[in-house]
């Protein structure tokens, strides 16, 4: 396989398409090295519009999501980033590049060590990686400028939007299947929040996020 060259359909056939149009965002999908925080078995499907599946029955995001919410997450230098779901550590690649400082929390072991792993080996020293269940935050670290969900949950808690810095964005996939979509909610004053929808998309659920019923009566 050409990498380049694969790397670089993926960006102009899947993502740009996807208004991903930021160019740091692009260029920045062109120097982070997709394959390598893909499992070996599955590295053929680097650069391919699919999810890809990691240990723990869990799977990285398509790569036109991740794009699309990094797009919106609008990071700046002097940020300070929570991610909730590390995977294999991409996201949290991608956020360290243009973040002051990121913690990424992962409820799985296996999955924490291989994103720990990943992330080192490609010398990125701003991220940390905590196992953890981030369904409530980390209150004790907050605020965060940026809290990115890495999958989708039925709502988001209150708790997450709390620890959110005057002017912070919080970025999730919400909802149930077959209807999800991403959001970005801002927070404007100390109870005040805008939400805005970006798009529809379908994505695997955080773990640890409270469900609705599924009761009627």
């Keep these: 396989m050409n990498l380049e060259l694969a790397r670089f359909n993926m960006i102009e056939q899947q993502i740009r398409p996807w208004n991903v149009l930021d160019p740091a965002v692009l260029s920045l999908l062109a120097v982070v090295r997709r394959e390598d925080f893909v499992p070996s078995a599955y590295r053929a499907l680097a650069f391919v519009d699919t999810e890809v599946p990691l240990p723990e029955g869990q799977c990285m995001l398509a790569p036109k999501?991740?794009?699309?919410?990094?797009?919106?997450?609008?990071?700046?230098?002097?940020?300070?980033?929570?991610?909730?779901?590390?995977?294999?550590?991409?996201?949290?690649?991608?956020?360290?590049?243009?973040?002051?400082?990121?913690?990424?929390?992962?409820?799985?072991?296996?999955?924490?060590?291989?994103?720990?792993?990943?992330?080192?080996?490609?010398g990125i020293a701003n991220c940390k990686v905590r196992v953890y269940d981030g369904a409530r935050g980390l209150p004790a670290e907050a605020p965060f400028d940026v809290i990115m969900l890495s999958g989708s949950v039925s709502a988001v808690p209150q708790t997450l939007l709390d620890q959110l810095a005057p002017e912070g964005r919080l970025i999730a996939i919400v909802g149930d299947e077959p209807v999800m979509r991403a959001v970005r909610v801002q927070r404007l004053a100390a109870a005040s929040f805008e939400t805005r929808e970006l798009f529809d998309t379908v994505a695997q659920r955080l773990r640890g996020f409270d469900e609705p019923s599924r009761f009627r009566f």
């Excluded at 072991?109 to 792993?117: E, I, N, R, V, Y």
């Design 65 to 122: 999501v991740e794009a699309r919410l990094l797009q919106e997450a609008g990071v700046q230098r002097h940020e300070r980033v929570l991610e909730v779901g590390a995977g294999s550590g991409f996201m949290a690649a991608l956020l360290a590049h243009r973040a002051r400082s990121v913690l990424s929390v992962e409820v799985h072991p296996a999955l924490a060590t291989l994103a720990a792993g990943n992330l080192q080996r490609a």
